[in-house]
């Protein structure tokens, strides 16, 4: 599986932004997607996840930014994307789209960064 992220940028605080993940390679009909950031020195923080599968898909947002994220499947363009509102400086940091081929289970665990197989090399955010 392959993944490639686009989108980031430079943004003023309370802009806006939507961040893309170009996937390809996935021949299973369940995914865990999940968008991910980090900050040089600290952890990988989870966001957001899509869990799809052949008739059902469920999405979930990391509580710290509930009601400012929001995350969206595009299957006919096989693209993931991130649509971030409101931005604050301490959303900066390097965003990176991951992809696993099966459900992982809970919102904490697909949250996790560990439960993921696939990474995209990142796109950086910087709100300032």
């Known amino acids: 599986v392959q993944l490639v992220e686009s989108g980031g940028g430079s943004v003023q605080p309370g802009g806006s932004l939507r961040l893309s993940c170009a996937y390809s390679?996935?021949?299973?009909?369940?995914?865990?997607m999940a968008w991910f950031r980090q900050v040089p020195g600290q952890a990988r923080e989870g966001v957001a996840t899509?869990?799809?599968?052949?008739?059902?898909?469920?999405?979930s947002i990391a509580d710290p930014v509930q009601g400012r994220l929001d995350v969206s499947l595009d299957k006919a363009n096989n693209t993931l994307y991130l649509r971030m509102n409101s931005l604050k400086p301490e959303d900066t940091g390097m965003y990176f789209c991951?992809?696993?081929?099966?459900?992982?289970?809970?919102?904490?665990?697909?949250?996790?960064?560990?439960?993921?197989?696939?990474w995209g090399q990142g796109t950086q955010v910087t709100v300032s």
């Open positions: 390679g996935s021949s299973y009909n369940s995914n865990c």
């Open positions: 899509y869990y799809s599968a052949l008739v059902t898909a469920s999405t």
């Open positions: 991951a992809a696993v081929e099966k459900d992982v289970g809970t919102k904490l665990l697909r949250l996790r960064p560990s439960s993921y197989t696939f």
